[in-house]
């Protein structure tokens, strides 16, 4: 069974740092893509990053790019996400994804569409 469990959230400030951290189970973790996708309250979900399965190729959205940071051990199976300089904009419940292909970047739009592949979300919140 595939299991993915998020941790790391919390409350920041304006300008903070979080680390996330995704522990997955059940699969060989390095033969798939993994992703952090985000959901804002009130907003559907967003594809904030991917990484490959060797971690060589990452991609960002626009919105995070030069502040968020993924990364994997595929020996630990864990992946994470070092978020700096959050803003307001941020705050959302983050969850990380698997590929639903081994060895494949399926891409954004259907690993958001797949829900058997996520886990429960870690709850980001950024306040003064």
């Known amino acids: 069974e595939v299991q993915l469990v998020e941790s790391g959230g919390g409350l920041v400030q304006p300008g903070g740092s979080l680390r996330l951290s995704c522990a997955a189970s059940?699969?060989?973790?390095?033969?798939?893509?993994m992703y952090w996708i985000r959901q804002a309250p009130g907003k559907g979900l967003d594809w904030v990053s991917s990484?490959?399965?060797?971690?060589?190729?990452?991609y960002y959205a626009d919105s995070v790019r030069g502040r968020f940071a993924i990364s994997r051990d595929n020996a630990q199976g864990t992946m994470y996400m070092q978020m700096k300089h959050l803003k307001s904009e941020d705050p959302a419940v983050y969850y990380c994804?698997?590929?639903?292909?081994?060895?494949?970047?399926?891409?954004?739009?259907?690993?958001?569409?797949?829900?058997?592949?996520r886990g429960q979300g870690t709850q980001v919140t950024v306040s003064s």
């Open positions: 990484i490959s399965t060797g971690g060589l190729a990452t």
């Open positions: 059940g699969f060989t973790f390095g033969d798939y893509w």
């Open positions: 994804a698997r590929d639903p292909y081994p060895n494949t970047n399926s891409g954004a739009a259907l690993v958001l569409r797949r829900v058997d592949n």
